[in-house]
């Protein structure tokens, strides 16, 4: 089927030096409707056209002077009227005289004496296909304009996004710097209440310091996240050592393992476990990690952690003897508080979120799910080398 494109009052332009030719080619193109105009030479052609836009050009090869092969070549020479259309007028059928009206630049030819039905045919065509290529043209111009549109509003709304983001990092650090400055002075002066009152209100002591320790850990955490999340945060690259990394984290939860009865064996199957990273970041990460593994772990229970190589990379895997992970929990690991309500005490709100972008940050891999015989593991897939 034919797209649905109108070509009444089509402009076509007659170039044949044989008046009787002009006649009939006129008499067949009116009929449909078109706009006929005429020349009956060469220059004659040029002069049209270059004073008033065709739709299309029936250009006769033998003509004097100039013939219509290097009239279509002018023609073509120039941009402005590279579109239109040329259908050639030949009485040679010749191979020759065809390569060579297609070489000069036209889309067809018809031979004369002239059959109506196959001159309307092809005229039909390749006016359709001219109005088709400027729709398309159109379309075109309208989606690339359409495009700088979008890229513009994007742009703005990308600067608009990076002040809100600066100046919400800017504000957290203004926040996490007034917290910690009273907080601290809460935690000093408890340690001395602790010192001065009777002992049976050193619980409450207790439970301000505990309160005043997660408060200032949020606010850093919170402002840890925000410059992750917007990549403002300077990673500072060094050789580190992993075990050692993980000794010292294992020994800063001594106490809260023995609260717990909880046993826990750090192991190392190599020595060449050092990687390029963020000291501070890997640290956070080991944290999080083994916090995490205390909390879920029950009483009594065994906690593993331990480090392999391969080749370019070292992995850590971390297995508790808890309950293990929900489906639930699983599909919503690293979002914001994506274990559930449990961090309204038990503090993992924010944690493997964190987790997660440090990982990202130093492009690597973290894998979680639960162990076959119970319990749940988390696996770090770190690079040696990071650029």
Known sequence: MRPQIDLKNAEILIVDDNPKNLQVLSNILVQQGYSI????????????????????????????????????????????????????????????SIIKGFESGGQDYITKPFDSHELLARVETHLILKFSQEKLKNVNKWLEEQVALKTEELRVAYDELTLLDDAKIEFLKILSHELRTPLNG???????????????????????DLSADRLERFSRVALLISSLRTKSYPLKLEKIGVYSILKDTCNDFTEQLDEKNLEIQCESTFNADIITADTELIKE????????????SDNGGKINVSISDDDNLVTVLIKDSGKGFSKEALE?????????QDHIDKKVGLGLHLVK???????????????????????????????
């Open 37 to 96: 105009e005429f020349a009956t030479d060469g220059y004659q052609a040029i002069d049209w056209i270059e004073n008033k836009p065709f739709d299309l050009i029936l250009l006769d090869v033998m003509m004097p002077e100039i013939d219509g092969f290097e009239v279509c070549q002018k023609l073509k020479a120039k941009k402005e009227f590279n579109g239109i259309p040329i259908i050639f007028l030949t009485a040679k059928t010749d191979k020759e």
């Open 186 to 208: 809460i935690k000093g002066f408890t340690q001395i209440l602790k010192q001065k009152l009777n002992p049976d209100l050193l619980h409450y002591i207790d439970i301000i």
């Open 285 to 296: 990460t080991f944290d999080q990690l083994i916090e995490n593994a205390i909390i879920y």
């Open 332 to 340: 919503n690991i690293f979002q914001p508080f994506g274990l559930g």
């Open 357 to 387: 972008l440090i990982i990202d940050a130093h492009k690597a891999t973290i894998n979680i799910g639960n162990n076959k015989d119970g319990g749940s593991y988390v696996g770090l897939i770190l690079n040696k080398n990071i650029k």
